[in-house]
């Protein structure tokens, strides 16, 4: 495979999937929204006569779902930029744009463990015998799976898992408000930080022998299939209705943190030049763009996690340090 045009294999360190991270608060509830909703209202902020809306994402929600507010189109339509979600990239010089966490492993062969091990000789016996009843539940005779390093193996679970437990990841919802912004001619921004490989052929294959700290996000992950299913559905219908008090009250056990970690923390990540200090760099980055497109328009339009927007010591609260004034949705 020759270098082609420059690309990146896209790695989002910063979007949690929900909000509030400590002890689950479920209730039983097993029926998801269907039909059209229109989400959270927007987070408005202002500085002088400028405006940045900001849309708080998250995932996963309701398959059956359908995205529409007419309030969120009419702003992006009268707005004059978009800024993309916070979130980091690497350089590799080809032509593909991958997910690092997802593609990337499968695009040199290291989506399994090093030295052939399998995932009952890398975990716990505890936490095995806990993953294979789930296996067993979601996966059927999927039994590749079981040569995966933990993190991937983890990360196959909870997408079967959720999927079929009536819940998507929301990409549809991100996809639209791009749409609607290029219907409308706006400038789209990226927030995010890109590392350039210098030799990437020497990283790709130092990936693939390398080990990653990454049963504790295999671990977390089970604990959440096991406890929070029911939680995950209250979470999604609260987002899909706009139901802001519910989505401030409600708290989850999260694994996201832990799989982002045995990435970003690994040998490897910390051994690239430039990824120094990463969850600092891409908040700097993204506030930066703020500041840039809110001097340079009239009303900015933006995307980010709604863990970053309701969260204490989140985006926003940056953003109110830095003398914005920013109003909740209702």
């Known amino acids: 495979m020759k270098p082609a045009v420059a690309a990146v294999l896209c790695l989002s360190i910063l979007t949690a999937p929900a909000w509030g991270q400590q002890a689950a608060v479920t209730a039983p509830e097993q029926v998801l929204v269907v039909g059209q909703r229109p989400g959270p209202g927007l987070w408005k902020v202002t ?11 998250y995932s996963p929600l309701p398959a059956q779902m359908q995205w529409r507010s007419r309030e969120v ?21 080809w032509k593909d744009s991958l997910n690092i966490v997802t593609a990337l492993p499968s695009l040199i062969g290291a989506r399994k463990n090093v030295n052939g091990e399998t995932l ?107 406890t929070d299913l029911d939680g995950m559905r209250v979470r999604a ?54 500041d840039k497109a809110v001097l340079a328009n009239r009303s900015t339009f933006a995307l980010l996690p709604v863990s970053q927007a309701m969260n204490t010591g989140g985006y926003l609260d940056a953003l109110k340090d830095k003398g914005y004034v920013v109003e909740q949705p209702e």
């Open 47 to 57: 500085k002088d006569e400028h405006v940045l809306w900001i849309f708080g994402t």
């Open 73 to 93: 189109e009419t702003i992006i339509a009268q707005s004059q930029e978009l800024l993309g979600m916070p979130g980091m990239s690497l350089g590799v010089g």
């Open 120 to 226: 009952q000789q890398v975990v716990p016996p505890d936490v095995y015998a806990r993953w294979t009843g789930l296996k067993t539940k979601y996966l059927g005779n999927e039994d590749g799976v079981e040569s995966l390093r933990p993190m991937f193996a983890a990360d196959r679970l909870f997408t079967v898992a959720t999927s079929k437990s009536g819940l998507a990841n929301g990409a549809h919802i991100t996809d639209r408000i791009y749409a609607v912004a290029k219907e409308h001619k706006l400038k789209l921004t990226s927030t995010g930080i890109s590392i350039a490989l210098d030799n990437p052929r020497g990283a790709l294959k130092d990936f693939k022998k390398s080990a990653f700290e990454d049963v504790d996000c295999f671990t977390k992950t089970i604990d959440r299939l096991e």
């Open 237 to 290: 219908n609260a987002w899909a209705i706009g139901d802001v008090e519910k989505m401030r009250a409600l708290t989850y056990p999260d694994q996201a943190e832990a799989c982002r970690t045995a990435m970003t923390g690994s040998a490897w990540m910390k051994g690239l030049k430039g990824a120094e200090d990463l969850d600092a760099r891409v908040k700097a980055s993204w506030l930066a763009a703020v």
